[in-house]
């Protein structure tokens, strides 16, 4: 697993404009939502839902999990509705590296929880950089995920469907 992680270099088309233009210039983040269906992540900033970048993402190598269906170890992406409620992010190669995991650049989770236990669900990236498919989480490029991680502060709505 290592404590270390590859990046290509490149964020997705648009992330690099979407943080200078918006995010740097004291606009936050006003919801993510995740397209299960497409593997798409929509980040929003502003009231009005129509400022976004796409980014690529990979989810639960067992799928999605319908509302309410969810379950300790099932490898399925959550749907529903919740908020980031915290982040780690790395610097300089180093990842974030948890119980042998190797999440790459960050990771910032969103508070899925069954019966009040936080899944330890979020937003990562990956040791080789690679959109494989997670243990139900949601997996961004390591470039999108440094890019973005530093705005996806606790309280940004996620809503998966």
Known sequence: ??????????????????????LK???????ITVDTKTNTA??????DWKTMVT??????????ADL???????????????TITSSMIG?????????GYNFGAAFVNIGATINGVDRGIGFHGSANDN??????????SN???AALAPYMKPGVKIIIK
């Open 91 to 99: 610097s300089n190669g180093n990842a974030i590296a948890v119980n």
């Open 42 to 47: 929509y980040f929003y900033v502003g009231n």
């Open 25 to 31: 210039n004291g606009e936050s983040l006003s919801a």
């Open 55 to 64: 980014v690529p993402i990979n989810v639960g190598q067992n799928g999605v």
């Open 68 to 82: 309410g269906q969810a379950k300790m170890g099932d490898s399925k992406t959550p749907i529903g509705t919740t």
């Open 1 to 22: 697993v290592g404590t270390k992680y590859t990046a290509n270099g490149t964020t997705s088309s648009g992330v690099s404009d979407f943080v200078n233009q918006h």
């Open 131 to 140: 959109l494989g498919t997670t243990n139900g989480c949601i997996r961004m």
């Open 143 to 145: 470039e999108n995920l």
